[in-house]
């Protein structure tokens, strides 16, 4: 009776902490020499520490290691926490409060080797819609829409870095597919899908070198037909860039009549590799507030 009492206590502890832990992290991350902690939550966690100017260089592993629980301990102790190496509530908000954002900024060129770009600006409130251009080789600005960036959850959208948050900032390679299967709320016509990170967040969270290293997919630039779509408002995505569907209608005829992308064979994110070469480029950037 006094075990399952104190297992039970122990449950409801852990469960307590993990209730407490700030997406995207659900568990407290911590260093251990048998069976080390992995994943993608301490991948993150790394690339975090990596952007603190108390932190000396350390790989990013996925892996809780010495090297890790050092990091840590130089982060708490650089920005006065309680020093124990371990990423408990109090670390995992620091970090993401001082280290979410990734800094991108566009750097206004076209880069060599594709067809199209897709640059957005976003404010850090998600709920504010956002203008993004259709931009050609010759780096001319061709179409001009609203699009929103804002995932699930309140207060503007959870971070990019949790399952359906906001579009992760940085550059990305897209290409042209063909519809998605749920013209409700995928719309009928062509996306653009966010194939591979190549800075920023992107970076991080879309590597595109295996299913397992993709800490979010699926990403796309599309609309949808759904009820929640005819309110007069573009709603949340799941991670997804959204506008209206005569927009997105639009791009697929620029695209494909007047700088010639060709539709890819919508494979549903199933391939990783992306099979393709990517035909564009979206960059998406936080605009200086």
Avoid at 214 to 243: D, T
């Amino acid at each position: 009776m006094k075990y399952h009492l104190i297992l039970l206590l122990t449950l409801t502890i852990i469960a307590s902490v993990s209730a407490s832990m700030p997406l995207p992290f659900k568990r407290e991350l911590y260093y251990t020499s048998c069976n080390p902690l992995e994943g993608s939550d301490v991948y993150i966690a790394q690339s975090f520490l990596l952007r603190s100017k108390y932190v000396t260089s350390f790989p990013a592993n996925k892996v809780y290691d010495l090297a890790t629980k050092k990091a840590v301990e130089q982060f708490q102790s650089g920005n006065s926490l309680s020093v124990d190496g371990i990423i408990g509530p109090a670390t995992a908000n620091l970090l993401i409060k001082l280290h979410l954002n990734d800094c991108y900024k566009d750097d206004g060129r076209f880069p060599e080797g594709y067809l199209y770009k897709i640059h957005i600006s976003v404010h850090s409130n998600r709920s504010i819609p956002a203008t993004a251009y259709l931009i050609a080789p010759n780096n001319t600005r061709i179409f001009k829409f609203p699009v929103l960036t804002q995932g699930q959850g309140p207060n503007g959208g959870y971070n990019s870095f949790s399952d359906s948050g906001n579009t992760p900032t940085g550059l990305y390679e897209i290409d042209l597919n063909s519809p998605e299967n749920d013209p409700d709320d995928f719309g009928p016509y062509p996306v653009n899908r966010l194939t591979r990170g190549l800075a920023g967040n992107g970076a991080i969270i879309t590597p595109d070198t295996s299913k397992s290293d993709n800490i979010r997919a699926g990403l796309l630039v599309h609309c949808g037909q759904s009820a929640e779509w005819k309110k007069g408002v573009i709603p949340p995505s799941h991670g997804c860039v959204h506008s209206w569907c005569s927009n997105i209608q639009r791009i697929w005829k620029i695209l494909t009549l007047d700088l010639g992308v060709k539709v890819n064979k919508n494979y549903f994110g199933s391939v990783v590799p992306y099979p393709f070469k990517p035909q564009g480029v979206l960059s998406l950037e936080l605009l200086d507030e």
